[in-house]
């Protein structure tokens, strides 16, 4: 109806709104909803070491409902004290003069530069502990369920908007892999320099026994 319009539309709602847009900008720090994709990555791989010394990389997918933070792996937290890192999820760079350094940068040594003086440490012990319990439940019940309670999970999962996958040369752990001994997670940084990728990083951050 045309007052129904009036009374959502009018110059009242319009101003008022322009008001708490205005105050809430000044009083409330709004989350970063844009970033810039850099050529270089950091990210986190779960590796599963089975009564077999089978070691196996394990899909974000086995983890379902919980896919998408495994996808992501923002587990920078896990690094050392002296380890900095520069990428959030998938490469990306809110700051807009770091990500044109890391644009321009030609070599991983450039891009080492970079994350030295730019980049910032996240060590968490608390979270570093969160991870590593959730883990040790996660595939303790695996085994009692025999992965029923996972299958079921994944189904119920809704699908995940962002994917990352075991590479086609890896061994991958499947639902009937074995039994886990070990966990071991292992921290990936990787540059692209418009030709070819150069692997900077690849060093276990957390490893431990699943009993």
Not at 20 to 33: D, E, M, N
Not at 59 to 64: D, H, L, R
Not at 87 to 95: K, L, Q, V
Not at 96 to 113: D, S
């Amino acid at each position: 109806p045309a007052e129904g319009q009036k009374q959502v539309f009018g110059f009242l709602p319009m101003f008022l709104s322009a008001i708490f847009v205005i105050l809430t900008a000044r009083s409330h720090q709004a989350s970063p909803l844009g970033w810039m994709d850099s050529r270089m990555v950091e990210r986190y791989d779960v590796y599963a070491i089975t009564v077999d010394n089978e070691r196996r990389q394990v899909s974000p997918e086995f983890f379902a409902p919980y896919g998408f933070i495994f996808n992501q792996t923002k587990w920078h937290f896990l690094l050392p004290d002296d380890e900095k890192t520069l990428t959030r999820t998938y490469g990306a760079i809110h700051d807009p003069r770091i990500a044109k350094r890391v644009r321009e940068a030609e070599t991983p040594e450039e891009v080492q530069l970079i994350i030295d003086e730019e980049g910032v440490v996240e060590r968490d012990e608390r979270q570093h502990k969160a991870l590593q319990v959730f883990l040790k439940r996660w595939f303790r019940n695996h085994h009692e369920k025999r992965g029923t309670l996972a299958m079921v999970l994944r189904h119920i999962a809704p699908p995940p908007h962002a994917y990352a996958v075991v590479p086609p040369d890896a061994e991958e752990y499947k639902d009937d892999g074995g039994k886990v001994k070990r966990v071991e997670i292992v921290f990936q940084r990787v540059f692209f320099d418009g030709v070819e990728y150069h692997r900077m990083a690849e060093t276990p951050v957390l490893e431990f026994s699943v009993k």
